[in-house]
């Protein structure tokens, strides 16, 4: 299994950006498809954004595309979530996560999850 760490996450305004990071180690970094996803209190766990192995391939949830980037840099075992335009409604705890198997926006298709950061946007 692959390690995760997440930062990056903190108190904001509406219409404000932030930069999450995921840092990996373990086993290879570039061999996993890597996901964020995100919970709020009460609710399920919600997948945002995956990005393909070689970065070369993205899919966002409706609820964040055109403000959210996934981007990664295998040279630094790393995979960012760029998050433009912040919302109230995009308060929760972002989780990174390397995937395993079948459908991406399924958080049982992934292996392994990172402690999580927790954003909070005012309004």
């Known amino acids: 299994q692959v390690q995760l760490v997440e930062s990056g996450g903190g108190l904001v305004q509406a219409g404000d950006s932030l930069r999450l990071s995921c840092a990996a180690s373990?086993?290879?970094?570039?061999?996993?498809?890597m996901g964020w996803f995100r919970q709020a209190p009460g609710k399920e766990r919600e997948f945002v954004a995956v990005?393909?192995?070689?970065?070369?391939?993205?899919y966002y949830a409706d609820s964040v595309k055109g403000r959210f980037t996934i981007s990664r840099d295998n040279a630094k075992n790393t995979v960012y979530l760029q998050m433009n335009s912040l919302k109230p409604e995009d308060t929760a705890v972002y989780y990174c996560?390397?995937?395993?198997?079948?459908?991406?926006?399924?958080?049982?298709?992934?292996?392994?999850w990172g402690q999580g950061t927790q954003v909070t946007v005012s309004s």
């Open positions: 990005i393909s192995e070689s970065g070369g391939s993205t």
């Open positions: 373990g086993r290879t970094f570039s061999v996993y498809a």
């Open positions: 996560a390397a995937h395993d198997q079948n459908y991406y926006s399924d958080p049982n298709s992934y292996g392994s």
